[in-house]
């Protein structure tokens, strides 16, 4: 049996029913599970009573009765992961103390378990983060499956709250690189389109539509947000090196915020071009030719304040294989721009 959790939802997981968040952080558990516990009050959301069907919003903590073994939350049991994969989540660590855990995610793997994700996972190898630890480090935030990059673990409950905490309340800051078809005018600015799921697609991999600001109010559904844009390099008109800095932290924000403003990130089917329909001379969501058809965005850098030591931390995630070989390709050097184009630069 697992102890009693208390869990805060991510500004990632957003708004969602109870049971649906419940089943993601918890797949093995049955709905008819879910909806006991809560009409037996074992379940409760900011300390009261709830129903599976109510939402939860992030910034509410969800408490987590002891559960079975057999429905412990996403992580496969102890040796049940093969060495490779061992070793490969091992090796993504940049950083390590007593309190959190930093990750470079390798693209293509999954932060949770959930719908079509499978059970191979970030959350599902955190039994080889344990590093002596009795208990598994959790994560306090996601990226996107084919997003690579920066993703923080807590070793201990009380950092998971306080570190959830910062992210609601916009105390970290992490700027994204990405490599997009054309070159936006004007060269930095803000995305400030509202977000609103299509209705289309199964949970998490719903597709985000984009509302005007000036439109908001006729989508109550829709939340705002905004994408802080910084064009580090661009060949000629064809595609741009970017920063990306996104000021909140919606589902998918920033592959649909530069979808929308005509500048799709290289490689997203979802919100670009697909390769299928490469027309012409291939230049749009997938280039073709020498340029891999793997999603062109990475979680570059993460600027926290460490929840114990209360100091600002800065980490930075290496490239990616695959977006290294483009950034190669284009003789495009790591250490030719700031690192930090949002603080005061031209």
């Not at 009050?41 to 300390?47: F, L, N, T």
């Not at 059970?119 to 955190?126: A, E, K, P, W, Y």
């Not at 996104?246 to 979802?270: F, N």
Request: proline share 6%; net charge positive; hydrophobic share 35%.
């Amino acid at each position: 049996m697992s102890d009693v959790q208390l869990i805060t939802v991510t500004e990632d997981e957003g708004e969602q029913r109870l049971d649906r968040w419940f089943k993601r952080r918890f797949p093995q558990v049955t709905q008819g599970h879910v909806e006991k516990m809560c009409r037996t009050g074992q379940v409760r959301v900011d300390s009261s009573r709830c129903k599976a069907s109510d939402h939860v919003a992030p910034g509410q903590t969800i408490r987590i009765p002891p559960l079975p073994d057999a429905a412990a939350p996403v992580a496969r049991r102890a040796g049940s992961y093969s060495a490779a994969d061992e070793k490969m989540i091992q090796n993504a660590v940049l950083w390590k103390d007593e309190h959190i855990i930093i990750l470079n995610k390798p693209p293509g793997l999954p932060s949770q378990g959930g719908s079509g994700q499978g059970d191979r996972h970030v959350d599902g190898l955190t039994e080889a983060l344990k590093f002596g630890y009795k208990e598994r480090p959790k994560l306090v935030h996601r990226l996107d499956k084919d997003t690579s990059g920066l993703l923080m673990l807590a070793r201990t409950d009380r950092v998971a709250r306080a570190l959830s905490e910062a992210l609601r309340h916009r105390l970290t800051r992490k700027i994204y690189w990405a490599a997009v078809a054309g070159v936006p005018h004007p060269r930095k600015g803000s995305i400030k389109y509202g977000l609103q799921k299509s209705g289309g697609g199964r949970h998490g991999d719903e597709k985000m539509i984009c509302i005007h600001p000036a439109k908001m109010a006729e989508h109550p559904d829709a939340k705002r947000a905004q994408t802080d844009y910084f064009t580090l390099w661009f060949l000629g008109s064809r595609l741009s090196w970017m920063a990306l800095e996104p000021v909140t932290g919606r589902t998918h924000q920033l592959r649909a915020h530069m979808a929308e403003i005509g500048h799709p990130i290289l490689g997203d089917s979802k919100y670009g071009v697909s390769g299928t329909e490469n027309m012409g001379d291939g230049w749009g969501a997938s280039i073709g030719g020498d340029i891999s058809r793997k999603l062109h965005l990475h979680a570059r850098m993460l600027t926290i304040e460490h929840p114990i030591l209360k100091k600002m931390m800065t980490f930075t995630a290496p490239l990616p294989e695959h977006m290294a070989r483009t950034w190669k390709t284009l003789d495009w050097g790591e250490n030719q721009v700031p690192a930090d184009p949002f603080s005061g630069a031209e």
